[in-house]
T-cell receptor, first 110, second 117 residues
């Protein structure tokens, strides 16, 4: 079945440093979504990417969908303590199955 | 790593019937599980928080009598859609919270696509 791998599992950064999490699918995706979960909370939808090579930005967050539509990345520029949480990617295949990655937990030292 | 198993992946049922969806944590005990619903091209919507041994906490606007949640053990939570109607057709997904010491991690099931005819 479809597998979605997300790396790294954990990342400690100093406030102000950049952060990137990567998502790789075993199959071609029709779209990919990114979620953020704050400690003690539930995942909150951030964005959806649909087109091959698509790049979208939300303030300090940059989301990219690979040309082959099998990988994606989330990059945060100049992290802040408010960025703390776990970031999940979720890939949807042609059969409409949504598979979540394992998540990357971001910890930011002030 | 920890795995959450959700079954069935797909279910098609007639209007008026009930459908049960299972969410199992396979290698850890989950005192808390979450149930979500997702419409096409939309985000996950939290429906309820399921706590082992107690009543589930439902989000505003979610009918507790319509969506019955049972969390009878530390590894199993079920969501039953009672008297399903076409408007209940959606993608339902569960997640389980794994408390590893001071580190909390959330694992998701693979989801269930419900189609009510």
């Amino acid at each position: 079945g479809q597998q979605v791998m997300q790396i790294p599992q954990y990342q400690h950064v100093q406030e102000g440093e950049d952060f990137t999490t990567y998502c790789n699918s075993s199959t071609t995706l029709s779209n990919i979504q990114w979620y953020k979960q704050r400690p003690g909370g539930h995942p909150v939808f951030l964005i959806q990417l649909v087109k091959s090579g698509e790049v979208k930005k939300q303030k300090r967050l940059t989301f990219q969908f690979g040309e082959a539509k099998k990988n994606s990345s989330l990059h945060i520029t100049a992290t802040q303590t408010t960025d703390v949480g776990t970031y999940f990617c979720a890939g949807r295949n042609a059969g409409n199955m949504l598979t979540f990655g394992g998540g990357t937990r971001l910890m930011v030292k002030p | 790593g920890a795995v959450v198993s959700q079954h069935p992946s797909w279910v098609i049922c007639k209007s008026g019937t009930s459908v049960k969806i299972e969410c199992r944590s396979l290698d850890f005990q989950a005192t808390t599980m979450f149930w979500y619903r997702q419409f096409p091209k939309q985000s996950l919507m939290l429906m309820a928080t399921s706590n082992e041994g107690s009543k589930a906490t439902y989000e505003q606007g979610v009918e507790k009598d319509k969506f019955l949640i049972n969390h009878a053990s530390l590894t199993l939570s079920t969501l039953t859609v009672t008297s399903a109607h076409p408007e209940d057709s959606s993608f339902y997904i569960c997640s389980a919270r794994d408390l590893q010491g001071a580190n909390e991690k959330l694992f998701f099931g693979s989801g269930t696509q419900l189609s009510v005819l």
